[in-house]
């Protein structure tokens, strides 16, 4: 038998979210959160083979910038951390080349983003290059790393207690993220994360939700919040058969 874990999302956009999980430990949670961000393979460029590069930069320091433009992953089981895909990318001056002007062999796998800036080109100055794409995890290099900002904190719960001393001079009461008033969850963007802007003149109780977490999740692109979150939660699963198969071995 499973547990059952309760999910609200606070915020909700493809490459963006925050949402709520409530029924989970310290621990899981942070296990979560190290696996979007190490454990999630996404496609990066691996190797760049240069034929032609007139422009002021070093085909070291291009290979690098090739290699950090975010690439969309495709669905699980469409391809093997051993296999590669193939981008080209051929830009001649007066223009700046962009992320746009790689071409995939891949439909599957394209850029994530098209306005990613690769190198300025004066007149005369051109870039032609043939790169490889592989698959791998995150813990390997931080640009196989779909999760670009992740982070969990405790659901905080507001209560007004009652009225505040009448001469005793207000403070700020600061909190961030998202907080749980009258049983609806907030934003605190909505009161510019002071609490007396919300509640003035009034002394309120904040605590810890047990067991209570909200993320705030943002992706590259590769894939959409949803998936990094789903893929992450399937690579704990299956460390955790690994582990239940070697302990009955």
């Not at 394209?110 to 051109?126: F, H």
Request: aromatic share 6%; net charge negative; charged share 30%.
């Amino acid at each position: 038998m499973t547990d059952a874990y309760d999910v609200e999302f606070v915020e909700r956009d493809d490459r963006e979210a925050r949402f709520l999980v409530r029924g989970v430990t310290p621990a899981f949670a942070n296990g979560i959160r190290r696996a979007m961000i190490a454990d999630v393979p996404t496609m990066a460029i691996d190797t760049v083979r240069f034929v032609e590069n007139s422009s002021v930069m070093f085909d070291e320091q291009l290979a690098l910038r090739l290699g950090l433009v975010p690439l969309s992953t495709p669905p699980e089981g469409e391809f093997g951390e051993d296999e590669t895909v193939t981008l080209s990318i051929d830009v001649e001056g007066p223009r700046t080349a962009y992320s746009g002007d790689l071409v995939s062999s891949e439909p599957l796998v394209q850029p994530a983003d098209e306005n990613v800036p690769i190198i300025e080109l004066k007149d005369g100055q051109r870039l032609e290059a043939e790169a490889d794409a592989v698959l791998e995890r995150g813990k390997g290099h931080a640009k196989h790393q779909g999760g670009v900002a992740v982070g969990y904190r405790h659901l905080q719960r507001v209560e007004v207690v009652g009225d505040a001393p009448e001469f005793e001079e207000p403070e700020s009461h600061i909190v961030r993220g998202v907080v749980e008033i009258d049983g609806e969850l907030v934003t605190t963007e909505e009161f510019d994360h002071d609490l007396t802007t919300r509640y003035p003149g009034k002394e309120l109780e904040v605590e810890d939700v047990p067991n209570a977490f909200v993320f705030h999740v943002e992706t590259d692109g590769s894939f959409t919040v949803e998936e990094l979150v789903t893929r992450a939660a399937d690579t704990l699963a299956a460390r955790a058969t690994e582990l239940e198969d070697a302990v009955q071995l």
